[in-house]
C-alpha cells in the first residue's frame, strides 16, 4: 500500500492567514492526488483533484500543486469557513489511501 | 446533481454480517466514468477506502478487508451495496457511499453520501 503523511497534524491561524499544508506520499504518485476538506458530522468534500485542478464551485483562495511524491495544499487569504480538516488521496493505486489529516483552527 | 444516501441498520452484533445500501438519485448509475465506493471512518480518526464497483460488475476491495467484503450493484434499483462479514467492534464507524469520477487515469470522490454510523455490539 502506499502509505500517504501529512504535516502539520494540526495548526492554529487566524483569519486572513496563508496557510499551506503538506502532504507526501511513500512512493511516486505522479499527480494522483486529491485534496479533501471535513466538517465535524459531515462528509468530506472535494476541494481540487489531480493535485492542481480545482473542483467546480471551490473558491480560488484554495491551490494545489506538487508531483511524485510531494504535494501542498496552500489557503492564500484563509476564511472562516476554511477552519476544517484537510485530507490527502492518492488514486495512483489501490487502496486508494488518505492521509491522516490537518486540522485547520482558530488561533 | 448526483445526490447518495446510505441505509441499513446502524447496530450489529459481532460476528454477524453488516449491510448497508447506497441509493443514487439525481441521475442514473449506469450514465458517465463512475466507480461507486464505500469509505469508512472510526470516530475520531482517518478515513479508509474498503473498495468500489463498476457498473461492468467489477470490483476492487481494500487487501485488509478483502476476504470479509463484498460490494454489489444493483442497476434496476439505482443502487448498490456492501457487505462485510464476520464484524468486529474495530469496524464501527461512519460508513460513507461515495461516486469516484475517472479522469484522465485519476479517480477522484466527488459525490459522497451523509454518512451513516454503524455500531458492532451484543
Known amino acids: 500500500d502506499i502509505q500517504m503523511t501529512q504535516s502539520p497534524s494540526s495548526l492554529s491561524a487566524s483569519v486572513g492567514d496563508r496557510v499551506t499544508i503538506t502532504c507526501r506520499a511513500s512512493?511516486?504518485?505522479?499527480?494522483?492526488l486529491n485534496w479533501y476538506q471535513q466538517k465535524p458530522g459531515k462528509a468530506p468534500k472535494l476541494l481540487i483533484y489531480?493535485?492542481?485542478n480545482l473542483q467546480s464551485g471551490v473558491p480560488s483562495r484554495l491551490s494545489g500543486s506538487g508531483s511524485g511524491t510531494d504535494f501542498t495544499l496552500t489557503i492564500s487569504s484563509l476564511q472562516p469557513e476554511d477552519f476544517a480538516t484537510y485530507y490527502c488521496?492518492?488514486?495512483?493505486?489501490?487502496?486508494?489511501?488518505f492521509g491522516p489529516g490537518t486540522k485547520v483552527d482558530i488561533k | 446533481q448526483v445526490q447518495l444516501q446510505e441505509s441499513g441498520p446502524g447496530l450489529v452484533k459481532p460476528s454477524q454480517t453488516l449491510s448497508l445500501t447506497c441509493t443514487v438519485s439525481?441521475?442514473?448509475?449506469?450514465?458517465?466514468?463512475?466507480?461507486w465506493s464505500w469509505i469508512r471512518q472510526p470516530a475520531g480518526k482517518g478515513l479508509e477506502w474498503i473498495g468500489r464497483i463498476y457498473t461492468s460488475g467489477s470490483t476492487n476491495y481494500n487487501p485488509s478487508l478483502k476476504s470479509r467484503v463484498t460490494i454489489s450493484v444493483d442497476t434496476s434499483k439505482n443502487q448498490f451495496s456492501l457487505k462485510l462479514s464476520s464484524v468486529t467492534a474495530a469496524d464501527t464507524a461512519v460508513y460513507y457511499c461515495?461516486?469516484?469520477?475517472?479522469?484522465?487515469?485519476?479517480?477522484?470522490?466527488?459525490?459522497w453520501g451523509q454518512g451513516t454510523l454503524v455500531t458492532v455490539s451484543s
Open positions: 461515495a461516486s469516484a469520477t475517472h479522469y484522465y487515469g485519476s479517480y477522484y470522490f466527488d459525490y
Open positions: 512512493q511516486s504518485i505522479s499527480i494522483y
Open positions: 489531480s493535485a492542481s
Open positions: 439525481g441521475g442514473s448509475i449506469t450514465s458517465g466514468n463512475y466507480y
Open positions: 488521496q492518492q488514486s495512483y493505486s489501490t487502496p486508494q489511501t
